[in-house]
């Protein structure tokens, strides 16, 4: 999934699928998985608005950036 999608009351805001945020088992700081170059790189991040459909990313990823929506293997 590209994080290609700002939101319109703040353009600095990406959208992903709720399925592209991970949690630790005993909680902590949310993270997502980001693509580069060598391979995948979990990136924590800083969430605006959570609900079933998608997850408004207030920080931790740039747009363009392609998300994995299943945990990969790292």
Do not use: K
């Not at 924590?44 to 990969?72: F, Y």
């Amino acid at each position: 999934m590209v994080t290609d999608v700002p939101c319109y009351e703040n353009p600095a805001i990406r959208r992903v699928p709720s399925e592209a945020i991970f949690h630790e088992p005993e909680g902590g700081q949310p993270f997502t998985y980001v693509q580069t170059p060598s391979g995948w790189e979990r990136r924590e991040v800083e969430l605006e608005l959570v609900n079933n459909i998608g997850v408004a990313v207030h920080s931790g990823l740039s747009r363009g950036e392609v998300v994995a929506v299943d945990e990969p293997l790292v």
